[in-house]
């Protein structure tokens, strides 16, 4: 893998620990639409970083979940939980951004936070050994 791809790779997985912290910060204060929007990026920038290691992107959300599950979750390189957390996320993302009146409940959401950090570790995890071979 050529230089300046590892450091995407690299940049994307900090963004990723990044929009966690932001992320706990939103939920301590309420802000749960906001929070769920840093938890969907978190793992969005960990996607991005995973498929980098093998030369895929796309300009589209929806691409980077179709290569996700296509080129990872498909094959078991990740687990089909985390295709669902990331789906789950991806879907109520768009619900809390672009949707009316939706609200997140507080304790509907709270425990998203450790799967989506789960989702970060697992998938950085993965990064690793790709990027070793």
Request: glycine share 4%.
């Amino acid at each position: 893998m050529n230089k300046d791809i590892q450091t995407l790779v690299n940049y994307r997985l900090d963004r990723a620990h990044e929009a966690l912290e932001e992320a706990d910060i939103l939920l301590k204060n309420n802000h749960t639409n906001t929070f769920v929007n840093r938890l969907y990026y978190a793992c969005f920038y960990a996607v991005s970083a995973l498929l980098l290691t093998k030369n895929l992107s796309s300009s589209k959300h929806s691409g980077v979940r179709s290569l996700f599950h296509q080129n990872f979750v498909k094959y078991g390189s990740v687990e089909t939980e985390f295709g669902q957390i990331f789906d789950k996320l991806f879907d109520n993302r768009q619900k809390g951004d672009y949707a009316d009146l939706i609200r997140f409940d507080l304790n509907e959401v709270r425990d998203w936070l450790n799967e989506a950090q789960k989702f970060v570790d697992a998938l950085e995890e993965v990064i690793n050994k790709e990027l070793k071979n």
